[in-house]
């Protein structure tokens, strides 16, 4: 089974940028759709991004277009989320979760998809 580690979270300030990374311990994540989801104090996890294995295929919640972007680097059995333009409203903990698929398109956008998970990073955005 496949071990995820996020990193890169930390405060910053309103219309910062962050990078957060996860990374997994297996080659064989190059198989595996990944997603980042988010969850804040008092609220249900919710959704960012989600990338496919192979060619790319990403898929954004729509408060997060444009300002966020999901990536990954299959050499190094990473995935990004690079984040632009952060708002207060985006402080969380930010998680990501992946999914072994036979399809390299497939990406899947709720947490019920997904059998793996990191342990989360702490993004804090101050205004």
């Known amino acids: 089974q496949v071990q995820l580690v996020e990193s890169g979270g930390g405060l910053v300030q309103t219309g910062g940028s962050l990078r957060l990374s996860c990374a997994a311990s297996?080659?064989?994540?190059?198989?595996?759709?990944v997603g980042w989801f988010r969850q804040a104090p008092g609220k249900e996890r919710e959704f960012v991004a989600a990338?496919?294995?192979?060619?790319?295929?990403?898929f954004y919640e729509d408060s997060v277009k444009g300002r966020f972007t999901i990536s990954r680097d299959n050499a190094k059995n990473t995935v990004y989320l690079e984040m632009n333009s952060l708002r207060p409203e985006d402080t969380a903990v930010y998680y990501c979760?992946?999914?072994?698929?036979?399809?390299?398109?497939?990406?899947?956008?709720?947490?019920?998809?997904?059998?793996?998970w990191g342990q989360g990073t702490q993004v804090t955005v101050s205004s």
């Open positions: 297996e080659r064989t994540f190059s198989s595996y759709a």
């Open positions: 979760a992946a999914r072994r698929t036979a399809t390299p398109t497939s990406y899947f956008t709720h947490a019920t998809d997904y059998t793996v």
């Open positions: 990338i496919s294995w192979s060619l790319g295929i990403r």
